[in-house]
């Protein structure tokens, strides 16, 4: 079973009772309302992935309703894609976290749906609630900050910062083009190496070859066993780094700190490195 699908894939399993599109907004619901591949539903993703309270993740209740509310259930196949793109490996992530069987990613999103000439949408599908039972939660694709601080000159373990080269190099704590904010210090984790997300993407965000990402996580990850923490800002470039990592060539030891830059680059007395 391939967790990457491509257009081609939804298209014939638009029909499919057991399968649910989703896209992930980063801004509210814009692009979703503005148009979307039919037969999605549209989730923002801290509405949808995020604990109300707390910066963590929902309880496993809180989780389980919500996926029942959307119409799944733990046999459900999921199939996402973000609008940006790295929102679906974020949601892809979550639910490989809480334990989800077939959770997979549409290869391109939205983008390369629109360049293949497919229909969009502003109908939003009607879903009947259903009933889900929770899986076993995969703890071991995470890591904590203490993970993260034990690691800094551990030897085996590789750091991998998936920001952009302004923000690995300390220039910015956020996105180039968009507001500089997201940690109160610039900087990166001491020892990260820099792997910029979307150097794993082609133009159209569909992702490049297996033989190519291998070649760019290649230069700092000798192994597939090799152990590997991502980071970015606030993780969504760091899951995306993830899958490419662990579903298009196998690696068997990837962790993701969802903490991130925003919550090294503001807690007091962490080492940082320019």
């Known amino acids: 079973m391939t967790s990457l699908v491509n257009c081609d894939w939804v298209a014939k399993h638009s029909?499919?009772?057991?399968?649910r599109l989703i896209e992930i907004d980063w801004d509210g619901l814009q692009?979703?309302?503005?148009?979307?591949?039919?037969g999605a539903l549209g989730w923002?993703?801290?509405?949808?992935?995020?604990?109300?309270?707390?910066?963590?993740f929902p309880s496993d209740e809180d989780f389980a309703a919500r996926l029942g509310a959307a119409g799944i259930s733990a046999d459900t196949t999921v199939v996402f894609y973000g609008?940006?793109?790295?929102?679906?490996?974020?949601?892809?992530?979550v639910?490989?976290?809480?334990?989800?069987?077939d959770v997979r990613l549409l290869d391109g999103g939205k983008v390369r749906w629109r360049l293949e000439g497919r229909p969009i949408t502003q109908d939003i599908p009607k879903v009947d609630v259903s009933s889900y039972t929770l899986g076993q939660r995969a703890g071991h694709i995470r890591a904590g900050r203490d993970d993260v601080m034990k690691?800094?000159?551990?030897t085996g373990t590789v750091i991998l910062d998936h920001r952009s080269l302004e923000e690995y190099s300390g220039e910015r704590v956020g996105l180039p083009g968009k507001p500089d904010v997201g940690a109160e210090r610039y900087g990166r984790i001491p020892g990260a190496r820099h792997v910029p997300f979307d150097s794993l993407l082609n133009g159209d965000t569909t992702f490049r070859s297996p033989n190519e990402i291998r070649e760019i996580a290649g230069r700092f990850?000798?192994?597939p066993q090799q152990p590997v923490i991502s980071y970015c800002r606030l993780a969504?470039?760091?899951?995306?780094?993830?899958?490419?990592?662990?579903?298009l060539l196998d690696f068997e030891n990837v962790r993701v700190y969802d903490g991130s830059w925003t919550e090294w680059g503001s807690m007091v007395g962490m080492p940082i490195e320019r």
Do not use: C
């Not at 029909?15 to 399968?19: C, E, G, H, L």
């Not at 790295?86 to 949601?91: I, K, L, R, V």
């Not at 690691?151 to 551990?154: K, L, P, V």
């Not at 969504?236 to 579903?247: D, I, K, N």
């Open 221 to 223: 990850v000798t192994s």
């Open 95 to 101: 639910f490989k976290l809480f334990g989800h069987a």
């Open 151 to 154: 690691a800094i000159g551990e």
């Open 44 to 56: 923002n993703w801290k509405a949808a992935l995020w604990d109300p309270l707390e910066r963590n």
């Open 15 to 19: 029909s499919d009772p057991n399968v």
């Open 83 to 93: 609008a940006p793109v790295q929102f679906g490996t974020y949601a892809w992530w």
């Open 31 to 38: 692009d979703y309302e503005a148009g979307h591949i039919p």
């Open 236 to 247: 969504h470039r760091a899951t995306l780094a993830s899958f490419a990592m662990t579903e």
